[in-house]
């Protein structure tokens, strides 16, 4: 399983922008070979933070994802809102177990 959590920020009034953008791209993610999770969080410290939580089988999937259409318009419309470089940390992870 690869793993990739982004974090950015973006002024207060540019959020609801970029959780919309992210919301009208997360079935086109979703659908993507590999992907097994796509989840978008806004920060609760306060109104500026952004983080988004990706889970997929592999890093071959993961990179696909990178050159989609779809991470090309999120990009278009997010860069130019960050306030600052987004952080993006990358895992290999070994799923233990799922307990529901």
Do not use: K
């Amino acid at each position: 399983m690869f793993i990739a959590i982004l974090d950015f920020s973006t002024a207060a009034a540019d959020r609801p922008a970029a959780l919309a953008q992210l919301d009208r791209e997360r079935g086109t993610v979703q659908d993507m070979r590999g992907n097994i999770a796509f989840r978008v969080y806004a920060g609760r410290q306060d109104d500026t933070q952004v983080t988004v939580v990706h889970e997929w089988q592999d890093e071959a999937s993961f990179a696909e994802y990178l050159g989609s259409a779809s991470f090309a318009r999120s990009g278009e419309v997010l860069r130019p809102i960050m306030v600052g470089a987004p952080v993006s940390r990358r895992f290999r992870a070994e799923m233990v177990e799922t307990v529901r």
